[in-house]
T-cell receptor, first 116, second 109 residues
Framework: DTGVSQDPRHKITKRGQNVTFRCDPI?????LYWYRQTLGQGPEFLTY????????KSRLLSDRFSAERPKGSFSTLEIQRTEQGDSAMYLC??????????????FGQGTRLTVV | AQRVTQPEKLLSVFKGAPVELKCNYS??????LFWYVQYSRQRLQLLLR??SRESIKGFTADLNKGETSFHLKKPFAQEEDSAMYYC???????????FGKGTRLHILP
């Protein structure tokens, strides 16, 4: 296991197209997070899962964004009808979480999305 | 609401000088605080957690609940410390991890 992996590493898409990103967490990790990061900013929380259950989705997140973790293993993040403002680095992280006790999150390399 | 504030976007320090990266937080409960670091062309990784009370690469951080701060310190900066540093918080109620905007630490030779 080489850690959290994300695919693709880079994606260029035309405005209005749909895109889907994949994240494969560390195998025994039950918690999975998605973040968005733009230049000069810290990772912005999007959503997170405990196994296959989506625990929270950021209120700042448009309905165009959806995430799934169908079997509690890998996760996908889909953006529908992309806009130029969606251009960012999308980060995935996983952890072996215990409810009420935060633990170290391990990050992937990220997927850089450019909407033209 | 949970919030992490890092007031400095950039901090330049001479090699051998002390370093202090500031972090303040807002959380109505018992948070867990972290410092993450991102070196050039590498992924974000954990530097240290307040609960561990350990020193990593010479860095320490003390949680001050009265001042709601978790500043990162190192007595003598090294050139390899140049990186982006992010303070992060995880709540006892919902466990999501939120990050500050980060401070770029630049060690001058």
């Amino acid at each position: 296991d080489t850690g959290v992996s994300q695919d693709p590493r880079h994606k260029i898409t035309k405005r209005g197209q749909n895109v889907t990103f994949r994240c494969d967490p560390i195998s025994e990790h039950n918690r999975l997070y998605w973040y968005r990061q733009t230049l000069g900013q810290g990772p912005e929380f999007l959503t997170y899962f405990q196994n296959e259950a989506q625990l929270e989705k950021s209120r700042l997140l448009s309905d165009r964004f959806s995430a799934e973790r169908p079997k509690g293993s890998f996760s996908t993040l889909e953006i529908q009808r992309t806009e130029q403002g969606d251009s960012a680095m999308y980060l995935c992280a996983s952890s072996l979480g215990v409810q009420g006790a935060g633990t170290e999150a391990f990050f992937g390399q990220g997927t850089r999305l450019t909407v033209v | 609401a949970q919030r992490v504030t890092q007031p400095e976007k950039l901090l330049s320090v001479f090699k051998g000088a002390p370093v202090e990266l500031k972090c303040n937080y807002s959380y109505s409960g018992s948070p867990e605080l972290f410092w993450y670091v991102q070196y050039s062309r590498q992924r974000l990784q954990l530097l240290l957690r307040h609960i561990s009370r350990e020193s990593i690469k010479g860095f320490t951080a003390d949680l001050n609940k009265g001042e709601t701060s978790f500043h990162l310190k190192k007595p003598f900066a090294q050139e390899e410390d140049s990186a982006m540093y992010y303070c992060a918080l995880s709540g006892s109620r919902d466990d999501k991890i939120i990050f500050g905007k980060g401070t770029r630490l630049h060690i001058l030779p």
